[in-house]
């Protein structure tokens, strides 16, 4: 573990560093801090939003032995609390770990992904583009981005990034957590319109929180395409 824990060595880059936990969520190295971490058992921490963070690493990890996951963080740079990305692989009775700082998408990544969704949707119709949309390995959900579709017709989702279950269900009496019926704002522009922007609250998902998004909505064929970001 020296390697690790040296701030000098290979294992540090600016905000990027290793760390290391054991199956009962005590810390073998972390090149953050290793004089104050290594040994501490912090199995029951939470993250800033109270995520049981280490008991998830080890759950995930019990499955697979690779796995990604999200939470937030105090960003010691910037002493802000961000979401966080950690990428983990499990190595005997070891836990390695990885994280990143996410950058929040802006309304012009937004925008781009929009036009990227729309262009596909016109090439290979909407059947072939939703699998695409939904893949959450995909373009097209990246961090707090993500498209999603809703037919024109029955209200039902043909894509959903953040949630690809939802896929055929009734998303037309969707409403947000203000009340705020969204999706028939959505589908009432797109159909008088053809396109515009709605503003509601929503699930983050990189943060866990309900946060203000805007959304631009675009209608293609029979369905509405969107993507929206959230705010500060």
């Given at each position: 573990w020296p390697a690790f824990n040296s701030r000098e060595g290979a294992f540090v880059n600016k905000d990027l560093y290793v760390y290391v936990i054991d199956r009962t969520g005590t810390y073998v190295a972390n090149g953050a801090a290793a004089d104050t971490l290594v040994g501490l058992k912090v199995l029951d921490s939470v993250d800033a939003a109270g995520k049981p963070l280490f008991r998830e690493m080890i759950a995930v990890t019990?499955?697979?032995a690779e796995a990604r996951i999200r939470y937030?963080?105090?960003?010691?740079?910037?002493n802000r609390v961000e979401p966080k990305v950690a990428w983990l692989h499990r190595q005997g009775?070891?836990?390695?770990?990885?994280?990143?700082?996410?950058?929040r998408a802006?309304?012009?990544d937004a925008l781009k992904m929009l036009d990227a969704a729309t262009a596909l949707v016109r090439q290979r119709g909407m059947a072939q583009a939703a699998g695409v949309f939904n893949d959450p390995r995909g373009s097209f959900v990246h961090d707090d981005l993500y498209v999603f579709a809703i037919n024109l017709d029955d209200g039902r989702f043909e894509a959903m990034g953040m949630n690809p279950r939802l896929t055929g269900s009734d998303a037309s009496d969707l409403h947000d957590a203000e009340g705020h019926a969204l999706v028939r704002e959505m589908l009432d522009l797109a159909k008088r319109k053809g396109e515009g922007r709605v503003d509601y609250v929503w699930r983050n998902p990189v943060t866990n929180a309900v946060e203000k998004k805007r959304s631009f909505i675009r209608r293609e064929g029979h369905s509405l395409i969107g993507v929206g970001y959230y705010a500060e």
């Open positions: 019990d499955k697979q937030v963080w105090l960003n010691r740079k910037t009775d070891y836990i390695l770990g990885v994280g990143y700082y996410v950058p802006s309304a012009d």
